[in-house]
């Protein structure tokens, strides 16, 4: 079963545009599903995955290249990098819009490749696991989510709400395609399969990790803080490896789309880099999987609850905005006097701001943080405290109770 992807309208209208396109995200996120969708059986497909092709193509670029003509979908291209000043040459000789779509799973060495070899040649997209919206199949409905009435609105109007138990459900099974549309998919089989191929591949060729176990153990202990401040000194040694190779698998499972890093918020650009994100892992099944979660009850009354909604809410709202091919303008504020604000959405000169909590009675005094935002000389903008209400309310006039369905 094929669901339709917000992404397909972007990618479409960019590849019109780009010679070059280039689809990457983790693993199993649907990308090569979604091209092969696109393309209509009208190009050539070459998987890298195969031994095979992938010898001829780091051996024999230039066979491959004939072998392989344009318009062609090239799957797994970080494993082949030697055909990308092929691809250059080819784009030079003949450019046309669309000729090549690439497909990669890592992001780290491939982007380092690209930028040297495609620069102004290569449209360049992310995919992140299914959305709520392309579940329910208003993939192409969806729009990048701010908390204004007029989105607020809208959104109501295609989207009908969800109870407890089914929102854990789809927290606890994750936005991975081939499980989240699949209910005879056996869980725990998926994401063992998961992260031993995870592990043994992109780990692997990121960074040469000679001890996989240790790196399942700090995967553990990573998934264990999601949608908390990162300490790499403290995840270092619950993992008990070294602050330095912590930092660089942290890199590391960013670069490979297993997890997103939120910037803190300050009107001073500079200041913002020497403060610590906030972690995330971007597929929530994945995490609960990792952190030994055996059904969504167990989830949703367990440690974890607030923390995996809350990480599930940053997901959608990444993926609103990445779907639509933009980079998310999000960042979370924390002041000295311990003010909190979970997600701050700055979008043309505005700030947004939002909180995330487990109740179905919200009361103004959660968004009070907010107005602390204008002492920066930010023009604050319509909030929201996403929570479990059943359908929108105003809390006051500038601050909405909404649904996390809407989201």
Known sequence: MYLTRTIETFFLKASSQFPVMLLTGARQVGKTTLLQHLGKNQRLYVTLDDPLILTLAK????????????????DEIQYAPQLLPYIKMEVDQNRRPGMFWLTGSQQFHLMMGVSESLAGRVGIVELLGLSRWERIGQGLLSTP??????????????SATMSLQELYHIIWRGSFPAIALDENVDRGLFFSSYTQTYLQRDVRDLAQVGDQTAFLRFLRATAARTARLLNVAELARDADVAPNTAKRWISILQASGV???LQPYHSNVTKRLVKSPKIYFTDTGLAAWLTEWSTPDTLEAGAMSGAILETWIMGEALKSWRHSGLDAPFYFYRDKDQKEIDLVIFTDGIVYPLE??????????????FSTLEKHG??????????????SLPLSAQTWAVPVGLI
């Open 378 to 391: 930010a023009r604050l903008g319509p909030g929201a405290v996403i929570c479990l209400v059943k359908r």
């Open 59 to 74: 051996n024999d670029p230039a066979l491959f290249m004939q072998r392989f003509p344009p318009p062609v979908l090239i």
């Open 356 to 369: 995330f909590k487990k109740t179905a009675s919200p009361s103004v005094a959660i968004a009070r943080s």
């Open 259 to 261: 997890i997103y890093l």
């Open 145 to 158: 989510f701010v908390p204004s009435p007029e989105v607020i609105t809208q959104r109501e109007r295609l």
